[in-house]
Each structure stands twice: as structure tokens, then as C-alpha cells.
């Protein structure tokens, strides 16, 4: 079992800055990938970045250029920072951390960006 704490989100004005950050812990040895999926009400989750231990990663074509992910592997724990925040922006963000047989998930962030 992995357990994911999520930490950060809230509430900023269009084109400012909000951090997230999940720290994993149990058997983090069984995960590699790290990341975040966002979620808008009726809609399904997609995809926002993710990041290897090695350091590889991936952007949804939205966020690229304005998000950056990070991860500290020592801890470990992957960050998510957000830059030029657009009202569009304004979902739960879910940290995630998949194994051979499981997707493991964080309870949810909620951000709100106000225009």
C-alpha cells in the first residue's frame, strides 16, 4: 500500500502562482511515476503532468510552458507548481502514483483561480 498526502492548492487571481506537493510513503519502492490528474465536475479526469524517478516528464499540451513538475526522491515527494493561472484552471487536482497493479491516489486538491 502507498498513501499520498497532498498539500498547497487554494485560492489565487487569474495569472498568479499556486504550488501543490504530495508526499508518498509505504511501499514507495513498489511506484515510480509520479504526478497529478485534474478533474472538472462531468468531465473525466485527465492528465496534467507527470514525472519519473529519473526525472522524465510530461505536460498536458494545456498547462505546458506555465506548469512545472518536480520531484524529490529522497522523500519522496513530487511538486507541482503553477504559474499564469487561467480561471480554466479551476478543478480538483489529484495526485497520483501508479504500480504494476494499482493507481494510487491522493484525496484531491482544490484550486481555484478567480477572473
Known amino acids: 500500500q502507498v498513501q499520498l498526502v497532498e498539500s498547497g492548492g487554494g485560492l489565487v487571481q487569474a495569472g498568479g502562482s499556486l504550488g501543490l506537493s504530495c508526499a508518498a510513503s509505504?511501499?514507495?519502492?513498489?511506484?515510480?511515476?509520479m504526478g497529478w490528474y485534474r478533474q472538472a465536475p462531468g468531465k473525466q479526469r485527465e492528465l496534467v503532468a507527470s514525472?519519473?524517478?529519473?526525472?522524465?516528464?510530461n505536460y498536458a499540451d494545456s498547462v505546458k510552458g506555465r506548469f512545472t513538475i518536480s520531484r524529490d526522491n529522497a522523500k519522496p515527494t513530487v511538486y507541482l507548481q503553477m504559474n499564469s493561472l487561467k480561471p480554466e484552471d479551476t478543478v480538483v487536482y489529484y495526485c497520483?502514483?501508479?504500480?504494476?497493479?494499482?493507481?494510487?491516489w491522493g484525496k484531491g486538491s482544490q484550486v481555484t483561480v478567480s477572473s
Open positions: 497520483y502514483a501508479p504500480s504494476s497493479r494499482y493507481i494510487y
Open positions: 509505504g511501499s514507495i519502492s513498489s511506484i515510480n511515476t
Open positions: 514525472i519519473t524517478s529519473r526525472g522524465t516528464t
